[in-house]
Nanobody, 124 residues
Framework: QVQLVESGGGLVQAGDSLRLSCAAS????????MGWFRQAPGKEREFVAA????????EYVDSVKGRFTISRDNAKTTVYLQMNSLKPEDTAVYYC?????????????????WGHGTQVTVSS
């Protein structure tokens, strides 16, 4: 079955960096657009970043542009989210998701499979 397993979360201070990883199995990874979403307590899940199947196209929510970078390694069936200059408002559970086409990437309904999430907490 399809599995998406996130890792790399933790507790850091404002200004620090983290790299999240999402290891995928049970699907043809290179045929999947991938996305990262996050959900803070009491808030809806929100789009963070997405990457096309071969990695040639990326998209970000405005609040993370210039600080976060999404990338992928199709040989390792893994997608990454490098997060720099973290802020307290980045605190959330971060989820990776697998979709099909690199369209409507900001919508949760675009994605077929989801991981269970990894907690990121940024202290001020």
């Amino acid at each position: 079955q399809v599995q998406l397993v996130e890792s790399g979360g933790g507790l850091v201070q404002a200004g620090d960096s983290l790299r999240l990883s999402c290891a995928a199995s049970g699907l043809t990874f290179s045929s999947r657009a991938m996305g990262w979403f996050r959900q803070a307590p009491g808030k809806e899940r929100e789009f963070v970043a997405a990457i096309s199947r071969m990695g040639g196209r990326t998209e970000y929510v405005d609040s993370v542009k210039g600080r976060f970078t999404i990338s992928r390694d199709n040989a390792k069936t893994t997608v990454y989210l490098q997060m720099n200059s973290l802020k307290p408002e980045d605190t959330a559970v971060y989820y990776c998701a697998a979709g099909t086409l690199f369209t409507n990437t900001r919508l949760t309904s675009t994605y077929d499979y989801w991981g269970h999430g990894t907690q990121v907490t940024v202290s001020s």
